[in-house]
């Protein structure tokens, strides 16, 4: 393979990892100045998991994607077709997270609240999985990790990071089945970060 082209591979995939971090990170300084600040909060629950240490941890991963250490092959014949089918993936996953954060609009939090005018949204995608912006989120970095093959990252994925998400998404969800009786029998019909197959 040309040298070149293997130098604009890696010049267009770190520029995407960029521009699709960079979204992401914006979409939560947006949640921040739009929704930090709501002073109808009816229960308070803080949480190890707060929006700045996940925020922490997608720094982390994000810098040793971009560091190339600890890289293992396990796509060489196929990386072109990988390369644009991440491309792909790794935009749409990108969109959707932004735009489920929008759509959660004025229910999010940095820690885990309920407010008095808090509304249980089961409509798309929360018909799909519980926890959208979580889950877009963990198949964001499992397609990143597919594509740049760093050991230490799927490590943080699965040890840290996926870990972090579910703990977060009990807390959420306990709070959530105390002010909503329809939230057990939802919960009982979607998963939490994956679509329910049958």
Known sequence: MNINLVINQTNILNLMVWLCSSALIISVIADFLLYQENDNTKKVKKSKVATWNMSLLFFVIYILIMSNTWKINIINNYKIIVIAVWMTLTIIW???????????????????????????????????????????????????WLVYSNILVIVLICIIFIPMMYYRAKQEEQLLKERFDEYTKYKNKVWMFFPKIF
């Open 94 to 144: 990108t969109v959707f997270n932004i735009m489920w954060r929008f759509y959660l609009s004025s229910n999010w939090a940095n820690h885990i609240k309920i407010y008095d005018n808090h509304s249980l949204i089961l409509s798309w995608p929360y018909k799909i999985v519980r926890h959208p912006l979580y889950a877009s989120l963990i198949w964001f970095w499992i397609w990143v």
